[in-house]
């Protein structure tokens, strides 16, 4: 059976009355429970959709935050004036075109692969999640939010209604991503950092690494170590900077990539980020 | 510019374009039901016992009981069942059909099909094979075939020789990634078995069809439907899905139709030869390359296929465009218990360019001289003979091809600028692909025909060669209706259609212009001679060129009737933080002799380069325990648009003397020279040797880090 609810409350009321799974784009579920083509695919249990709902369908921006509805599509985002290019970044090498089409935040974020790839941004802009159920909300860091590798602190009644990203300016912004090819591709590695230099001291920054471990790595003492250092004085520090990283950065073997490679091309991107891009 | 090449509007364009086109599985006849193949999850067993549920109404098993004749698919050996009976060789090997009206409760009964396996330990490799013992896979030996040749003195050259330069190259899987998978709909109206679906060659599956039923042929009808790619893979493939789904048709005396998942496609079907190359090269005191010794060793598969053919093309192209006038050459092709290997655009002839291109750049490294000097001081011309001793009739210009490659590439500068900037290069190759059937065997084993049909002023075109997207219903009606001097439009030609196309052969080996374009540019010229009768035919047969022998005993004489010659420069700057190679471009210069339509080349040298290039980077395609690990599109990566670097390529005029209007085969060659090209600037750019292909990030990572 599936539901097909007219608006957010009835959807939270459809969530708390039934077992279902919720179904925003489709693009992580129509992928992973595919069946014989020409039968229907193998939800493991009803389906919620939610895709259509009009009232998550915006984008707020102002001073402080931008909010993003849970039903706003990556092309919706990309093709809004209001967002700083730097975070269209990551966004824009998302699958592809048709996939941007219909892919969502709110997918990525509670289909909580480590390779997901709007990951890395969300945890580096320090964003939070707010999810509903019919009792209320709650609003959840996106770090503690994402527990593991495909897990959320998602409750069986809750739908994620919308991604707060704080509206910040920064001197720096990185981002990059290893993919398997240019297009619809997973990531083996990936790498969004932003930091802020004033007057050749770093008085902010943020490193998130994908692709490395159970979910993305922020290694908040190595940034703690970096705020306050002149940008000059970076490259004196990198050694024991990215030994810390490389202690935290546990990959996996799969058949897209290695251990090895993982670990060594992100060491390689945040020294790139650190003492290249900061330095200039 | 010839007028023929002038480019034209493709016949096929509006129907594909518009989304018209009905392919295999879009077409339902009424009262069709659905087939789906049951396959081993094993690599190697024999087949205990095998349960069954009990099946609804309408449901059917299809299994080696219901085969009327013979339990085999006939390609060169007889060893493929149709349907495995007592022993399983690969993993998706075939064990029954299971065929009714809804797809959900076939996939029912599939989850409820047990079968007992005695597991027999597998060979997954060459090195097993080529130390494993009884039981064999094939026969009592460990290997398919394994083949031989000489020319000139080889021994007394070796004991003159004063150096040895000897290399080990490795070459992966690579799947055809065709868009649309394996696709048949079999109906059987009670006399007349008709197959209709994707492929490349509907006679195969016509002599499939006769072996497994005993059939007369006049009972069996194959019709090709649009089709989505194929790229060798729906060669000989077809007929085992074709074959199946004629038994069920049979049984269930309703229209079947069969069409594979992208899982099940990629994880069963025939996928390009893993390969071994050994070369070594016998150098006299004055440096000269006097001798070659060469070793070709193929991963056939579980069956033998195409597994002889493709190793005669591998070790007849292996010596490369050069004229060394002493060779010892040996090839293998090993059974395995992994998935059959088979036909794929290059057809044995990319693992070969690649290790002969590869071991001419270490020569002339070890050397210290110019690549391509080195290269040009070997090229064979015309009148020399070929590695199997046939003599070359025809000018060839490989020396006007490299030149062209070198000046559109700026490869001189670029190559010794390269030398000092780090992460850059730039590399080179010089190729050949033998167009048409090996040997004589256009003459001896296909004997193609083509028919032309005249009523009154319009002109219909017969032959058994398939639209495959290369664009074949363009360029033989380009063809017919120059030779006969009238408007195109006047001349028609449809999808093939066994009941009355003759057997003009199979849509491969870059034979369909060179050999069926110019059969029915002679078939045409008979009918201008007759053009004042109203209606009539002509089918016109083909004659072995008697300039050409060929003896396949000794592998002597001219391997292929023509050639086709082309060059590569691809250059590339490897990412320094990611080890990513950025391909900033390819060039490339053919004689394909006269070009019948200049787009329709045009896209098929840009479609094989970067088939090419997936080959040589991305396709990364490993078995383990025999299963394949990239079987999805996710996993198995092929280049995107985005991949695609900036294409430059040029043809040299050098008219065939063969081929109509001067032309020579194509779908083949754009492939074939990539790897080398690239992995050369590879090579380059991070001065480390690169010997084997796909060339990875992770690859290039472990090569800089040593
Ligand atoms: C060809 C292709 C290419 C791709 N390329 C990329 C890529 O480059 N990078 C990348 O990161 N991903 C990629 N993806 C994966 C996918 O497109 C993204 O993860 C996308 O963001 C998922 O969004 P969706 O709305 O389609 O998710 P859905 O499939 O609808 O849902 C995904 C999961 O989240 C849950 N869910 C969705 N919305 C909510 C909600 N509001 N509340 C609670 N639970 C919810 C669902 O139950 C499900 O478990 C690709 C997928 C395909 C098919």
Redesign the pocket.
């Known amino acids: 059976m599936s539901f097909r609810p007219a608006s957010l409350s009835e959807a939270l009321l459809i969530r708390k009355t039934n077992d279902v ?11 992973k429970y595919r069946s014989w083509s020409g039968t229907p695919a193998q939800f493991p249990k009803d389906v919620l959709y ?2 259509h709902l009009k009232e998550l369908k915006s984008i707020d921006v102002n001073d402080f935050e931008i909010t993003i509805g ?1 039903t706003v599509s ?1 092309a919706q985002f990309l093709q809004d004036e209001r967002i700083p290019i730097e975070y269209k970044k990551p966004v824009e ?4 075109v048709a ?1 941007r089409n ?7 974020i ?2 909580a ?1 480590p ?4 990951l890395t941004m969300l945890y580096a802009l320090n964003a939070k999640v707010i999810v509903a159920s019919t009792v209320g909300k709650r609003e959840i860091a996106i770090e503690n939010f994402i527990t593991g590798p495909g897990s959320t602190c ?1 409750k069986n009644d ?4 919308h991604i707060i990203i704080p509206n910040q300016k920064f001197s720096h912004t990185y981002y990059y991503k290893v ?1 398997t090819r240019k297009a ?4 083996k590695v990936s790498v969004f950092a932003v930091a802020d230099v004033v007057e050749h001291r770093v008085t902010d920054i943020r490193i998130a690494v994908g692709s490395c471990g159970p979910t993305v790595i922020r290694l908040k003492e190595a940034e703690a170590k970096i705020i306050g250092s002149n940008t000059s004085n970076i490259e004196s520090m990198i050694y024991s900077l990215l030994t810390m990283y490389d202690d935290k950065i546990v990959p996996i073997d799969d058949v897209r990539s290695t251990k090895v490679y993982r670990s060594k091309v992100a060491l390689n991107l945040i020294e790139t980020f650190l003492v290249k891009e900061l330095g200039q | 510019m010839n007028k023929i090449s002038e480019s034209i509007k493709r016949y096929d364009f509006e129907d594909k374009i518009h989304g018209k086109a009905v392919y295999t599985p879009d077409y339902h006849p009424e009262g069709m039901i659905y087939a789906k193949t049951f396959r081993s999850k094993v690599s190697r067993a024999k087949i205990l016992s095998i349960q069954i549920p009990s099946l609804p109404a309408d449901y059917f098993i299809v299994d080696h009981r219901d085969i009327p004749a013979k339990n085999v698919i006939p390609v060169v050996f007889d060893d493929q069942p149709v349907f495995a009976v007592n022993e399983v060789n690969y993993i998706g090997e075939p064990i029954l059909l299971v065929a009714g009206p809804e797809k959900s409760v076939i996939l029912e009964i599939m989850n409820k099909i047990n079968v007992e396996y005695q597991t027999i330990q597998p060979i997954l490799n060459i090195e097993e094979a080529e130390s494993c013992s009884a039981p064999f896979i094939f026969k009592e030996q460990p290997h398919f075939v394994h083949y031989e040749y000489h020319k000139g003195n080889f021994e007394d050259s070796v004991k003159r020789a004063k150096r040895v330069i000897s290399d080990e190259f490795k070459t992966g899987y690579q799947e055809q990634a065709y868009l649309e998978t394996q696709s048949i709909l079999a109906t059987y109206d009670g006399d007349t078995i008709c197959i209709q679906g994707s492929m490349q060659c509907p006679y195969y599956i016509v002599e499939s069809l006769e072996v497994v039923l005993g059939w007369d042929r006049s009972r069996i009808r194959v019709i090709q439907m649009p089709t989505g790619g194929a790229f060798g893979g729906k060669e000989d493939f077809p007929s085992i899905p074709g074959v199946h789904a004629a038994l069920a048709a049979i049984k269930s005396k309703r229209p079947v139709q069969l069409v594979y998942e992208r899982q099940e496609d990629i994880q069963c079907s025939t996928k390009r030869h893993p390969s071994i190359i050994q070369i070594k090269s016998f150098l006299d005191e004055n440096e000269e390359i006097i001798a070659r010794d060469i070793e070709v060793k193929l991963d056939g598969g579980a069956y033998a296929g195409l597994s002889s053919v493709v190793l005669q093309r591998t070790i007849f192209s292996v010596a490369g465009c050069y004229n060394v006038e002493n060779l010892f050459v040996r090839g293998t092709a090993y059974a395995t218990n992994n998935v059959v290997s088979g036909a794929f655009r290059g057809f044995g002839g990319p693992q070969a360019f690649y290790a002969i291109e590869m071991h001419m750049e270490n020569i002339a490294m070890q050397l210290r001289t110019d690549p391509i000097q080195l290269r040009r001081k070997y090229f064979v011309k015309q009148g020399d003979t070929s590695s199997t001793q046939g003599k070359f009739h025809d000018p060839i210009v490989l020396d006007l091809i490299t030149d062209e490659v070198i000046t559109l590439s700026d490869f001189k500068s670029k190559r010794s600028r390269f030398e000092s900037e780090k992460l850059k290069g730039i590399g080179c190759s010089v190729f050949f692909h033998g167009c048409g059937f090996t040997g004589a065997g256009e003459a001896e084993l296909i004997k193609p025909k083509v028919r032309l049909k005249k009523l009154k002023s319009e002109v219909e075109i017969f032959i058994s060669n398939t639209e495959i997207g290369q664009g074949v219903l363009t360029t033989m009606r380009k063809i017919v209706s120059s030779a006969l001097g009238i408007p195109i439009e006047h001349v028609h030609h449809n999808y093939p259609n066994s009941h009355d196309c003759p057997d003009s052969g199979p849509t491969v080996a870059s034979r369909t212009v060179l050999i069926v374009g110019r059969l029915l540019q002679d078939c045409a010229t008979e009918m201008k001679k007759r053009w004042n009768e109203e209606s009539f035919e002509i089918i016109q047969n083909y004659a072995y060129p008697s300039h050409l022998s060929w003896d396949n005993q000794t592998f002597k004489g001219n391997a292929y009737p023509d050639y086709s010659w082309g060059a590569n420069v691809v250059e590339v700057e490897i990412n320094a933080d990611t080890y990513e190679v950025d391909v900033k471009g390819i060039w490339a210069v053919y004689d394909i002799g006269t070009p019948i339509d200049e787009k329709i080349v045009k896209g098929q040298i840009e479609g094989g380069i970067v088939q090419g290039l997936g080959y040589a980077t991305s396709e990364v395609l490993e078995t383990k325990n025999g299963k394949l690990s990239q079987d999805t599109f996710t996993t198995y990566i092929i280049p995107s648009s985005l991949d695609i670097p900036p294409i430059f390529s040029k043809l040299v005029e050098n008219p065939s003397t063969m081929g109509p209007f001067g032309a020579r085969g194509l779908g083949e060659i754009p492939l074939v020279g990539i790897a080398p090209a690239l992995a050369s600037a590879v090579q380059q750019a991070i001065g480390k040797r690169i010997t084997k292909i796909p060339i990875t990030p992770e690859d290039i990572l472990k090569e800089v880090q040593l």
């Open positions: 799974m919720v179904y925003c784009g489709g693009s992580d579920v129509m992928i939610i895709g849970a990556y090498q998302i699958g592809s996939i219909i892919g969502t935040f709110s997918g990525n509670c289909n692969s390779a997901g790839d709007t998602l809750e739908i994620l209604t993919g619809n591709a997973i990531s």
